[in-house]
């Protein structure tokens, strides 16, 4: 089948920006070595974090954060191309479902989170092509109302996706990690660029269809990709030939992630990124069992000795329910307290076609000291440089 492709760049990165813009909460929290003590800070948005005591104006901002604030969303008309081909979009949510678009098909799929009315009319949710519904057990169907191909390709976030409409409801695509992946591309790059290109080893554990993997390695990483299925594993060997990266340093591994990250550790390999979403429970290839209350601990250990003297970061996500920003902060935070840096954490959400967000789990970023300083001199320069061309107008 032919492949889908994004309308333009100009759109990917705006809708980059909005993914970045989609976290309800986001917070920080910055290590150093030197004063022995863990330094956090609370924030909206992203920004960059800097090491030292609060001013009082921060206290003052981060004590007006905490307190309740109305939020005033935005309603506009629907867009007129609201069901135009292109990639993924989520048009609307609320009964615990979403409305989703990928390529030219429009499906309904379960959001139990979505515990509101949606917005759009009856007869929006009534052009769905496909609806998957899930029982009381965990079982689920697909019901097909219109002509549908299972098996198709788009591109989001400039990766291409094999999509397909699995037995279980899934789609190979995860809209919420696209913050995650700008991150990481751009984390990659800007290392690489101080450092002459230096080799970058990145570990991508349950590492699923490959959406990080793919972002590490347009960004230069030599990467390592593990998942316990084979299935899923060709699954992402296939969006790397899309994404025309087959050629590229990835190594694909159908291993049990746990076993394997001990089998790395007795061979001494280290890796100056590591990637994991661990699932709430798991199987490995051969019937190892991965519960993830009962193997966090153990994995990360296991991190903290993977990572090389040269560690960049930690890419933690997760979609356990009760699992939140502070607790995943806190699963992180020895990383922080050994090496230095910083830690960002905040929901995972898919912003829709008139402004709400979906949430859609969580994550943790821990980053290494060295990128830490580096993002506070660029904001140091970019802001000097704005004063300059301010007083030249005045």
Request: aromatic fraction near 8%; include cysteine; charged fraction near 30%.
């Amino acid at each position: 089948m032919a492949r889908a492709k994004s309308n333009s760049s100009k759109k990917e990165k705006a809708r980059g920006r909005s993914a970045k813009k989609g976290a309800s909460k986001r917070s920080s929290k910055s290590f150093s070595k030197a004063a022995g003590k863990n330094r956090g800070q609370a924030t909206k948005g992203r920004s960059s974090h800097k090491s030292g005591a609060r001013s009082n104006a921060q206290k003052s901002s981060a004590s007006e954060s905490a307190m309740p604030q109305s939020v005033e969303m935005p309603m506009p008309d629907l867009p007129p191309k609201l069901y135009e081909t292109g990639p993924y979009q989520l048009l609307d949510s609320g009964n615990m479902r979403k409305l989703e678009r990928f390529g030219n098909y429009i499906l309904i799929r379960p959001a139990p989170q979505a515990i509101w009315p949606p917005q759009l009319q009856g007869g929006d949710w009534g052009r769905a092509d496909a609806v998957f519904t899930r029982d009381e057990e965990g079982a689920g169907q697909w019901e097909w109302r219109n002509k549908i191909s299972r098996d198709f390709d788009v591109m989001y976030s400039d990766i291409s996706f094999q999509i397909k409409l699995t037995n279980f409801g899934h789609t190979g695509l995860f809209p919420e990690q696209i913050d995650n992946w700008m991150w990481i591309r751009e984390q990659i790059r800007s290392r690489m660029a101080r450092t002459n290109n230096a080799n970058l080893h990145v570990l991508n554990l349950f590492a699923y269809t490959g959406g990080s993997t793919l972002a590490a390695s347009q960004a230069g990483a030599h990467v390592v990709h593990v998942d316990a299925a084979k299935g899923v594993v060709d699954w992402a060997r296939k969006n790397a030939r899309l994404c025309r990266l087959d050629e590229r340093p990835i190594r694909w591994i159908v291993d049990d992630a746990m076993k394997f990250m001990e089998r790395e550790i007795r061979r001494e390999h280290k890796y100056e990124g590591i990637i994991f979403d661990p699932p709430t429970f798991g199987r490995g290839p051969k019937g190892e069992v991965f519960k993830i209350e009962a193997q966090l601990k153990d994995l990360m250990e296991m991190t903290k000795q993977l990572l090389s003297h040269r560690a960049l970061f930690v890419v933690y996500s997760c979609h356990t329910p009760g699992f939140t920003p502070i607790t995943m902060q806190n699963q992180l935070a020895p990383i922080g307290a050994a090496r230095g840096g910083r830690i960002d954490t905040g929901e995972m959400t898919v912003m829709d076609s008139r402004g709400r967000q979906l949430p859609s789990g969580v994550y943790a970023r821990w980053l290494a000291r060295d990128a830490v300083e580096h993002e506070e001199s660029m904001a140091e320069q970019a802001e000097k440089k704005s004063k300059k061309e301010a007083e030249k107008k005045e």
